[in-house]
């Protein structure tokens, strides 16, 4: 410890000079100091921008070091490792990638608003004559592919997938990536010579890549390996192309490489059977859309050689001196190709870090300029560099207001930064604005800079969360992608995105979509492919036929990043050290304050070298009107400095003026150059005069910078990329994307559901035998079919007395045929549980009851209020008794008329007065009195007092395809509970009654007869004949197959 004596050893000799002293120093205090240098490091020298220029000081190193070393605008590019070592030498003594990786964003066009650096590069691409190998058995050039893109055919390859094995994959926008690139020639021992680029990397046979300039004589390369089958069986003919799979040495028909093809990211193709057909056998045709699926016949045996004469190796590589333009193709997910050359190369993909920038080259862009121009006259400070050997600006003039235009994103230590960009003609109106109207408010600020304008486009919605992140410098903006639904000519739906949200890759973003395709999370997408072409995105997601665009949609926009929330957090440093939340307004203010002292600067400089002229031409003057004698004394020194001397002696001027004088030339003696440097010296003097004007005013000041702003509109300004919706994202349901239409919805006796359109059943004669309206198993049959809109809330009823809620359109609409799907799959059913009864909740209208009929005659009335909150589990709708079940339900004012039809032939009609209102776990009580086995198949309401013939009629259907109609009014009123009258002769012709409707005499609906098989007729209701209460009646329907009989009725 310090201040303590050491005891030491007699005889040790003397003790060690000592060099320093040990000063004790708490743990906790040396960590606070050390966290918070460390942290003010981070925020004032690395994370946050300036709010005068936007930069932080790595951006704004590589553009000064960038404008000193004149890569201006109209330059010539140069190599992006110039800059970067120039940068790291003189200023920011950091690691290279952080530096290009600055320089990097800064030339992307989707990363700023207002790109700050011109970028261009070797990224890796093949001259136009190199072909690349097709599944379709052609070797095509990059032209004739971009021809052939450009035209809309779709071309595959073969890739290497991620498991290592060949695979079969979609080339996507072919394209010209660079002109007049750098090139290399590639020889390998097949002969074939690839020119590309000299950082294109080509796939080594482990998998890895390797640039093309640094491969190596006697490298192996990935190969392609084929060959043709030599015998024949039932699935490989001979002359069949084989693959050969690298990885496990086996040869593969390439058309079972073809018919595992994934499409675009995953979503996979539907196969109709187990076996591989190929259908052009002759042409060795291996592409996808060759390939057909048939039933299993057998196995294939493949009795094939190999016969691999050629090794893949590189033979050499040479730098050429010809350069030409390269061109290049994108691979999804795997992102690697074949060429006909035979081995595999890497692809350009979206997502792909720069290129090595040894390769890439820059310069500044025009706008840049704007930021760094009139730094050479004292404008800004200047500080020394690291090592003190050069000198840095602090910050630059920036006449651009680049915080705003280009925005920022940085994280420092316990503090952010997230400034969207925006559009710099707003901006510039919004500063002149602020110039004209100090007082101006937030709100008013707002009707000039309309919010942010991001380089990707997009939409923005809610302009009342703008303002907030204006005026509070917080808040967040949802942002979604640009969509638009289109059908094409088959009446197919198609979802383009055409732009997508700030800060999302597109590659992520497909490969997402699909991944919810896959786990299902996401239905009715067919197929996703990307057709972007440079600087255009096209996004197209094709839908399944049945599915709602809208639906779909909205669904993408709420699982993928189709839909994304940008945060404001506009902190910036002011003064260029107090880090600070800022408004729109004091972000404007604080940018005119630093124009003002730049301006202020500028002019100070600007008058101090226009009275420096002045005053040397004042000189000229004096020596000009004095000619001779200015000889004369020169004449008359023995030297220079003695002439000087002189000439300041006798013509009283200044030390300037007379070197002046002694270093003009004799030319400047002739009669014009009198009257230019007369004309200058005024010209001088008038913008002495205007410079000291425009310091000593702060509204002349303000109107040069006005005329700045102004000029840099015209200059740079340009149209809002970015739409902005003023209302806010309704947050939809289902009914507002899925469009509200009639639909029929069919349920089996087995518990199967499925709705159709209805005019998917076209209108037939009577007695005509219709067209399969199902597909069901032979122990199934169809048992309810009724008509609604998909908008609509539906009622379940089950035989066991509970009642379920569902929307028509959670029913899947599916084809004619199709069997449909499980009820179970919606609604919560108990075993041996299945819907008998089914009611559109919207039907129900004024009414005020529900009224409940059994197969055994019961009846209950309860109000409709107590179904309104049904749980997912279902309630109880009625309490039944043992072999009882609930048949029909209907909704009644409590004032009308009920009719029960047994299957027997008998009907009752009563007033539903006569049975009061029960609760909702009631029983009910009896309806009709039942004989032997007979039991309820028809239940109608009418309303009461209809005793006029020919306005209501009774409609029966029996089991046998025989029906009729018979007029109300031969049905008396009776008492609840009696046996009630005969409303049909029930023979063996005939068949037991199946299914009794209420109709009006003239109802112009359609019959809608559904037999056991599925069998499907629809007929006009006109066309069944009115006949007496105990006829038999006429045929409806003929059926198809023996045996089969009617099994539910329905009118549409």
Known sequence: MAGKKEKRDEGAGPAPETTGHVIEQSLVEEMQTAYLDYAMSVIVGRALPDIRDGLKPVHRRILYSMWQTGLRAGAKFKKCATVVGDVLGKYHPHGDSAVYDSLVRMAQDFSLRYPLVKGQGNFGCFTKDVKVRLTDGRDVDFGTLIEEDRAGKTNETYTVNTHGCIAVAQIRNPRLTRKDAELVEVVLDNGERLRCTPDHRFMLRDGSYLEAEHLASGQSLMPLYTTFSEKTDRLNPEGCLLVLENKTGEWVPADQLADTFPLAHGVSRTSAGRVRHQKDVQTFNTDPDNIQRVARGGHWQMHAQQELNRNHKVVSVARLSEREDVYDLTIDGTHNFCLAAGVFVHNSIDGDSAAAYRYTEAKLEQVAEELLSDIEKETVDFSANFDGTH?????????????????????????????????????????????????ISADDLAEHIKGPDFPTGGIIYNVRDIKQAFSTGKGGVVVRAKTDIVENKKGDFHIIVSEIPYQVNKANLLMKIAQLVRDKKVEGIKDLRDESAKGDIRIVIELKKDAYPKKVLNRLYQTTQLQETFHYNMLALVDGIQPKILTLKMILEEFLKHRREVVRRRTEFDLARARERAHILEGLKIAILKIDQVIDTIKKSKDKDEARVNLIKKFKLSEIQSVAILEMRLQQLANLERLKVEQEHKEKMELIKELESILASEKKMLGVI???????????????????????????????????????????????????????????????????????????????????????????????????????????????????????????????????????????????????????????????????????????????????????????????????????????????????????????????????????????????????????????????????????????????????????????????????????????????????????????????????????????????????????????
Request: one cysteine or more.
């Open 391 to 439: 000198k840095e600006p602090n910050v630059l003039p920036a006449k651009l207001p680049n915080l705003l235009v280009n925005g920022t994103v940085g994280i420092a230590v316990g503090m952010a930064s997230n400034i969207p960009p925006h559009n710099l003609s707003e901006v510039c109106d919004g500063i002149l604005a602020l110039i004209e109207h100090r007082d």
């Open 706 to 1052: 006005a005329k700045e702003v102004r000029d840099l509109k015209d200059k740079h300004g340009d149209e809002r990329r970015t739409q902005i919706i003023k209302t806010g994202i309704k947050e939809f349901s289902i009914e507002d994307v899925v469009p509200d239409t009639a639909t029929v919805v069919m349920i089996t006796r087995a518990g199967y559901i499925k709705r159709v359109p209805p005019d998917m059943f076209k209108t037939q004669k009577r007695g005509g035998k219709g067209v399969a309206g199902l597909t069901t198993k032979e122990e199934d049959a169809v048992e309810q079919v009724f008509s609604t809109t998909t908008h609509k809330e539906l009622l379940f009823f089950t035989n066991r007395g509970r009642v379920f809620r569902l929307k028509a359109y959670d029913v899947p609409e599916a084809s004619r045929v199709a069997k449909g799907q499980a009820l179970v799959n919606f609604l919560q059913l108990a075993p041996g549980e299945g819907v008998t009864a089914t009611y559109s909740v919207d039907d129900i209208g004024s009414a005020k009851y529900l009224l409940m009929v059994t197969n055994k005659g019961t009846v209950k009335k309860t109000e409709i209020a107590e179904f309104d909150n049904i749980r997912r589990s279902g309630l109880i709708a009625i309490k039944l008794k043992e072999g009882d079940n609930l048949e029909w339900v209907r909704p009644t004012t409590g004032t009308n008329e009920v009719i029960l039809i047994t299957s027997q032939g008998q009907a009752i009609r009563f007033s539903e007065k006569g049975a009061r209102a029960m609760g909702r776990v009631a029983s009910g009580v009896r309806g009709i009195r039942l004989k032997g086995q007979d039991q309820v198949v028809g239940m109608g309401v009418v309303a009461a007092g209809t005793k006029k013939a020919g306005l209501v009629e009774l409609l029966v259907l029996m089991s046998h395809g025989y029906g009729k109609r018979t007029d109300f009014t031969e049905y008396k009123v009776q008492g609840r509970g009696g046996s009630g009258i005969k409303t049909a002769n029930i023979t063996k012709k005939t068949g037991a009654i199946v299914s009794a409707h209420v109709v009006e005499a003239k109802d112009p609906r359609d019959l809608f007869v559904v037999s056991s098989a599925g069998q499907v007729v629809r007929s006009p209701l006109s066309s069944v004949p009115s006949l007496g209460r105990a006829t038999q009646g006429v045929r409806v329907m003929r059926f198809k197959k023996e045996n089969d009989t009617v099994a539910s009725v329905t009118l549409i």
